[in-house]
């Protein structure tokens, strides 16, 4: 069986602790690799080395930084088919998904060769007699991230990209579900030209990420995952006097009005609520009608398109709408809820709990469910269900559909489909979650403006990427100039008041 390994230093290093994890197949729930599980002491040394390596690289000229961003841009698209195959082998996406991980990432990366943009200061002559200021934004120092399974390449690049570009060294800790390619994404930076040491890939579990946010070498901590994990380590951090940007939970709702194309909403839907077999933090879990007619011709419309979805393991082609889910207990947590909506008065209108796909009985398949008549005070309307699941909540007004979203103690991202731009104007301004699409059902914003969500999605001043990113990944510092009128004659050094 294949063993797996920590990147330490620019290599490919065994891990000493002797703890191992699995890493499964989701589609055929076999082990299919060993992961080290990093003790302290070995996360410890990786922090050291990092802290040792970022001096130099700190002090690298932007435009030689972003060389190395230009250089991972060419290595990642020319490994595109092998990273996207060792993706979906160990997460379960389909290959047209995993690609679309990787190039969400990469695009990131694109923007990142813009850094010495980015990083200008600023600067005021004649502030006050003979003095002049200026700021610099300097990098933070070595800096961890710990990321989620379910973008296990794009989710690490929105965040190693910037903070490499901005100087700074990089701890990263990836999921243990899904380890290999964050493994070979540091390879390829080293090949771009990353010095050794500038970017560690430590493999652990609980007991790595509190090292990470204990350790007083770590100056910043960046985290993506479900919200009870985000706000302890967004706790833990900032106890330490770490800077910290923890993103959590979601639930995502698409609002339908009355006036909405359809096919076009149904369409978005499927994809939006079924892509990646739901474990997406921008899925669309809620979808909220307008009206009884309304709700009507949605469920008709979503119901044949549901029944069409083909479930399959990525080897089966291009066609596979969706996977499996990540592990076995992602499944029978799933499987759970769904329960749980029956028993909670629900309409199951698509039910698949007993789906099975033949050769792959051992696998975490869970096809695609469809409730309506959903309310707000059940568990699946509550909780990130995070699997190929869609719930349907009936409103009778725009108001009682806005309000809906707006009460919702997650705020990620949210949609409406409407014909009418006063609508979808008074949407946009007045509800509040981070990200809003407009006849647009997965909201991700572009590389080159932020993503983050509010309420309890998002804890912390600063989103992912975007022009925050370099702010979160930089401090600023000012320094004020007085070069005394007259040194020339000798030199007058009292301080004169300006006039």
């Known amino acids: 069986m294949k063993e797996l390994t920590h990147f330490i230093n620019g290599a490919q290093v065994k891990g000493t602790s002797g703890d191992f994890g699995d890493v499964y197949n989701p589609a055929t729930g076999e082990v299919q690799a060993k992961l080290p599980l990093a003790n302290p002491a070995e996360v410890s040394k990786a922090v ?3 802290a040792e390596a970022q001096i130099a690289w700190g002090a690298t000229n932007p435009q030689k930084r972003a060389r190395v961003m230009m250089k991972m841009v060419a290595l990642m698209n020319r490994d595109m088919d092998v990273l996207a195959e060792a993706l979906s082998r160990e997460h379960g996406k389909t290959i047209p998904d995993a690609k679309g991980d990787l190039q969400r990432g990469l695009e990131v990366i694109e923007y990142c060769v813009g850094a010495p943009q980015m990083l200008k200061g600023e600067y005021t002559d004649d502030a006050g007699p003979g003095i002049d200021m200026y700021s610099m934004r300097q990098p933070l ?18 965040h190693v990209g910037p903070a ?8 990263l800790k990836p999921s243990e579900r899904d380890p290999s390619v964050p ?5 390829l930076f080293v090949e771009a030209g990353l010095p050794k040491g500038v970017f560690q890939v430590v493999n652990g579990t609980k007991e790595a990420v509190d090292t990470l946010l204990d350790h007083e070498i770590i100056q910043g901590v960046s985290f993506v995952g479900s919200t009870p994990i985000a706000q ?3 706790s833990r951090a900032t106890a330490n006097g770490k800077r910290a940007q923890c993103f959590g939970g979601a639930k995502n709702h698409l609002i339908v009005m009355p006036d909405a194309d359809m096919d076009q909403a149904a ?15 921008m899925a669309v879990s809620v979808a909220v009608p307008v009206g009884e007619e309304t709700a009507d011709r949605l469920i008709s419309a979503l119901v044949p398109r549901i029944e069409k979805l083909r479930v399959a393991p990525y080897t089966d082609g291009d066609d596979v709408d969706f996977g499996p889910v990540v592990t076995r207990e992602a499944k029978e947590r799933i499987l759970g809820l769904i329960q749980s909506g029956v028993d909670q008065g629900a309409e199951l209108v698509v039910d698949n709990r007993d789906f099975k796909l033949q050769g792959y009985e051992n696998g975490f398949f869970v096809g695609p469910h469809l409730f309506d008549r959903v309310t707000p005070d059940m568990d699946i309307y509550k ?15 725009y108001e009682e559909a806005l309000k809906l979203a707006m009460d919702h103690e997650y705020g990620n991202g949210t949609a409406i489909f409407t014909r009418d731009g006063d609508t979808a104007r008074d949407f946009a301004h007045r509800v509040n979650i981070g990200m809003v699409g407009i006849n647009v059902p997965i909201p991700v914003p572009l590389a080159y403006h ?36 007259g040194i020339k004659e000798g030199g007058e050094f009292n301080f004169k008041a300006m006039d």
């Open 48 to 50: 050291e080395d990092a």
């Open 141 to 158: 120092g070595v800096v961890a991230s710990i990321m989620p399974f379910n973008f296990p390449a794009m989710m690490p690049l929105w």
């Open 164 to 171: 490499l570009a901005c100087g700074n060294a990089v701890v």
């Open 183 to 187: 493994l070979m994404l540091a390879e």
């Open 232 to 234: 302890y380590i967004y």
């Open 267 to 281: 369409d978005a839907l499927i994809g939006a609520g079924f892509g990646a077999a739901g474990e997406r933090c």
């Open 383 to 397: 909780q990130e269900i995070f699997g190929p699941v869609l719930s349907t909540v009936r409103a009778g007004s």
């Open 450 to 485: 932020t993503f983050g969500g509010w309420k309890k999605s998002m804890f912390g001043d600063l989103n992912q990427h975007g022009p925050d990113s370099f702010k979160f990944y930089t401090r600023t510092k000012t320094i004020t100039t007085r070069w005394p009128s």
